[in-house]
């Protein structure tokens, strides 16, 4: 009698390209590989970096959930909190280090990717499709920049991915237009008046895909409702801070985007406004939009027009202000990646995108290994050369003590909170000076006293610290200065230090 044998089938790297649970696999292994490598080399790559970093920690430190605080005084002149609360949860989880700061980045840019991939495969259901648009994302020079920084850029970009894919599911199911409110909120508590960038997406999609009057009326109460849970923050802080709030965050970002330099005689142009910014953030991304947007408009179905309004309205709506800076358009680079995607499932077959993508993560990887093996430039290395004022101050100063920052005359000085000098005039401090304060709120917990020069005579105790921006204080200024770095004048970011120490 013959036994059966059981015929065991033959491995197939074809069939397990086909699988969805690889292309979800190989995303995570080269995510992980190339956005959380070595998070702690490096300090805080640049000043906007330290900027949210020491605004978390000062949260932290304040016991301060809703205002974040710079300096020991409350601050609410760039974002809403949620960029802060995700620094201030990993400060918790981690400490206070360099690490923990990038980790956040690094996890959002993970996260973010995985959110591309899922919301393309749901749209165009299909896989090679989906990894196409999460590999052109994870890839993008914008998100590997942005990976290793301790700000919320990718995080933004990931959320409204998800509001936007949350949209398109309650149309069929209802009840995904709460959570399309939820993530909106959350847009606007990262962005503020960029945050609505998933209502003016959906709006101009229902529109242009001609929804019906029941959709119109659940998308209105899905808006309201996310103005409502957005807008929150900016209730509470008005009723604690009043006018003031207004006049300085609303007013701020009005002034910065309502294009008022323009109207004053500034003219715009299509190239050095917008398109030599987005070159700089993503050139691959940009040489393949024009096809992806060519692409999408041939077919113009339902998803289509949903990606083709994801990308341009973000972009029009940053070109027609005086800022329009690539990491605030950074909803607009997850739409460009899925319409690469879209564009390149068009034009190649099915083997041959296997062989691509096989090709794309073989390259994150090699990438990643790189970074392990080599010194990979990431950006100016802030700690190293801001160390000796690091030092300097740590023993110097006493915790809780502050430093005297000494200021250009011409720089107003808020009476309320001194540090707003800071923030809105830091073009004549000097570039570089709000990353080499923020370097040093960050790592010392040494806040500081921002004055004028005329007034340095009243500050010449034992007790202070004393550093000046961009211009030479005089040695005569005071009998009881003396140099405390190497020389009066410390040229690296034009520090003038002086100790209030008796010679």
């Known amino acids: ?8 089938p033959e491995f197939s790297w074809r069939k397990l390209l086909e699988k969805p649970e690889f292309h979800l696999a190989a995303l995570v292994i080269v995510g992980v590989a190339m956005h959380l490598n070595q998070p702690w080399l490096g300090g805080l790559a640049g000043w906007d970096d330290a900027w949210y970093a020491s605004g978390a920690i000062g949260m932290i430190d304040a016991r301060s959930l809703l205002t974040p605080i710079h300096n020991g005084y409350p601050t609410f002149f760039t974002a809403p909190p949620l960029s802060f609360w995700l620094l201030a949860l990993s400060f918790l989880i981690f400490g206070p280090t360099t690490f923990a700061a990038k980790f956040a980045g690094g996890i959002s840019t993970l996260l973010a990717v995985l959110v591309i991939f899922f919301v393309t495969r749901k749209l165009f259901r299909s896989t090679p499709l989906a990894a196409m648009a999460a590999m052109a994302f994870n890839m993008d020079p914008f998100i590997l920049k942005y990976g290793h920084h301790a700000l919320a850029h990718t995080a933004w970009a990931g959320t409204v991915a998800l509001a936007l894919g949350a949209l398109y599911a309650a149309r069929k199911r209802p009840l995904f237009y709460l959570a399309f409110a939820l993530l909106s909120a959350a847009s606007i508590l990262f962005k503020s008046v960029l945050g609505v960038f998933p209502l003016m997406i ?19 109460g899905a808006a309201l409702l996310a103005l409502l849970l957005g807008g929150s ?3 509470v802080e008005y009723i604690q801070f009043g006018d003031y709030f207004l006049k300085e965050h609303l007013g701020g970002m009005l002034y910065q985007y309502s294009g008022v330099e323009r109207i004053s005689g500034a003219p715009f142009r299509l190239w050095e406004s917008v398109l030599w910014p987005m070159s700089k953030a993503s050139l691959v991304g940009l040489l393949f939009l024009p096809f992806g947007l060519r692409a999408l408009w041939t077919h113009r179905s339902s998803e289509e027009r949903l990606v083709f309004a994801w990308i341009l309205v973000p972009i029009i709506s940053m070109a027609m202000t005086m800022h329009p800076a690539p990491k605030y358009m950074a909803p607009a680079f997850a739409g460009m990646a899925i319409s690469t995607g879209y564009f390149l499932h068009r034009v190649l077959s099915p083997r041959v995108q296997q062989n691509f993508l096989v090709f794309l993560y073989s390259v994150g990887l090699v990438w990643a290994l790189a970074n392990l093996a080599l010194p990979i430039h990431r950006g100016r290395n802030f700690l190293a050369e801001t160390q000796p004022l690091l030092d300097t101050l740590q023993k110097e100063v006493p915790v809780g003590s502050r430093w005297v920052y000494v200021v250009a005359p011409h720089v107003p000085l808020d009476p309320q909170w001194p540090n707003r000098m800071m923030a809105e005039y830091s073009p004549s401090e000097g570039p570089l000076m709000r990353g080499v304060v923020n370097q040093i709120l960050f790592y010392t917990r040494r806040h500081y006293k921002a004055i004028h020069l005329q007034d340095l005579k009243n500050y010449h105790g034992a007790e202070s610290i004393v550093f000046s921006a961009n211009h ?14 190497s020389g009066p004048d410390w040229t690296l970011y034009r520090f003038t230090s002086f100790s209030a120490k008796a010679s």
């Open 1 to 8: 009698m013959a036994v059966s044998r059981e015929v065991r």
């Open 202 to 220: 959906g709006g101009i999609w229902f529109l242009w895909d001609g929804a019906s009057t029941k959709e119109w009326l659940r998308f209105t």
């Open 233 to 235: 923050w900016f209730i």
């Open 472 to 485: 030479d204080l005089p040695p005569h200024s005071s009998p009881r200065l003396r140099p405390i770095l």
